[in-house]
């Protein structure tokens, strides 16, 4: 089993920056895939930045990609989101989440969610 627990959502003005953090307990979640998700209302679940454990490559949507970086800390059990540039369309709940097989933007890959993080970005 694998907890995961995030924190570090808001309010911020767009061009304003968060960092979104994950800890994680339980198994050892080194060798695992983790991934951030967002949902916004109406709409559906969306992967933003994943991070290969076996490897540590990153992967980023489109929509994000040179303004968010995911990155961990192992000594902590912390997976970071660091959002630079945000703009209102990044208004989301903020889910991180851990995969044990396939490392993906599939939600259904992923066994384990926290309990999720508002961001709001304010025009």
């Known amino acids: 089993q694998v907890q995961l627990v995030e924190s570090g959502g808001g309010s911020v003005q767009a061009g304003g920056s968060l960092t979104l953090s994950c800890v994680t307990s339980?198994?050892?979640?080194?060798?695992?895939?983790m991934a951030w998700f967002r949902q916004a209302p109406g709409k559906e679940r969306e992967g933003v930045a994943r991070?290969?454990?076996?490897?540590?490559?990153?992967v980023y949507a489109d929509s994000v990609k040179g303004r968010f970086t995911i990155s961990r800390d192992n000594a902590k059990n912390t997976v970071y989101l660091q959002m630079n540039s945000l703009k209102p369309e990044d208004s989301a709940m903020y889910y991180c989440?851990?995969?044990?097989?396939?490392?993906?933007?599939?939600?259904?890959?992923?066994?384990?969610w926290g309990q999720g993080t508002q961001v709001t970005v304010s025009s």
């Open positions: 991070l290969n454990g076996s490897g540590g490559s990153t």
């Open positions: 339980g198994d050892t979640y080194s060798s695992i895939c």
């Open positions: 989440a851990a995969a044990r097989v396939v490392c993906s933007f599939y939600p259904l890959h992923y066994q384990y």
